[in-house]
């Protein structure tokens, strides 16, 4: 049996009792978090509630192979990640992987950055398609948000942007709130269509998930070289505002 699991968005207390108990049952767990991390607990944390050790897997691990499902043939193999499971795409490959091979697969859900954007008052109805912006490299400057924020802007839809993380063997790096508004007025500069300026109004999140997340709300100019402490970052772009949006942010973001 292959059991997915999240482990929700900042410590080890927004694990869920169903996958505690599947924890203590399992023959073998494993965790991944370069797709995702929680900021707010470590991996022996983590290790002391469950009561058993935990394998960290990186992303050469789950991508070019299916350990993890074949595995899963002759045990009950347990993948733990940060947020809900089944929000990556390389979670999805490994369920369909395992479906195929007549293994069978329980999911359990769990708190998601998707769903606790909410903690703003933003309505999630009103949310488009999701951007992630990444670490701009020598070769390597996708316009992507842009494109997405754009087409969002245009329907009157509110952007989420997923800011990148480096967590691998020997890297542990996440992208700040200020180098994502950076990285966007850097493609306004060379696209020039308008999309994004100084005085573009932004929503930053900071510990999402924690008991004192952080919410705050106003220009980029503002925003951009303000400090939201420590990690995870994610950044909203919002569209057209409902009058209780608006007052809602009012009362539930630093408003600058």
Do not use: W
């Amino acid at each position: 049996m292959l059991i997915l699991a999240g482990l929700g968005l900042y410590d080890e207390q927004d694990m869920t009792l169903k996958t505690l108990n599947f924890a203590k049952k399992a023959d073998k767990i494993y965790a991944e978090f370069y797709t995702s991390i929680l900021t707010g607990t470590s991996i022996e944390k983590i290790e002391e509630v469950i009561g058993k050790k935990i394998e960290i897997l990186y992303r050469e691990d789950i991508e070019n192979s299916y350990k993890v499902v074949e595995e899963a043939k002759e045990k009950d193999v347990m993948l733990l990640t940060a947020g809900d499971p089944m929000v990556a795409t390389t979670h999805i490959d490994l369920v369909i992987e395992a479906k195929k091979r007549g293994i069978k697969v329980i999911i359990i859900n769990a708190p998601s950055i998707y769903s606790a954007v909410s903690i703003t008052g933003l309505q999630i109805y009103k949310f488009g398609k999701t951007a992630s912006i990444v670490f701009p490299e020598k070769n390597y400057f996708p316009e992507t948000p842009y494109n997405v924020i754009k087409e969002n802007l245009e329907r009157g839809l509110h952007t989420l942007c997923l800011l990148d993380i480096r967590v691998e063997k020997n890297e542990k790096k996440f992208m700040t709130a200020n180098e994502a508004l950076k990285v966007l007025l850097e493609i306004e500069k060379k696209r020039k269509e308008g999309v994004i300026n100084l005085d573009t109004k932004a929503i930053v999140l900071a510990r999402v998930g924690s008991l004192e997340p952080l919410i705050v709300y106003g220009k980029i100019r503002d925003l951009i070289d303000y400090n939201f402490g420590k990690p995870l970052h994610s950044l909203i772009i919002p569209g057209k505002l409902h009058f209780m949006e608006e007052e809602a942010l009012k009362y539930l973001a630093i408003n600058l």
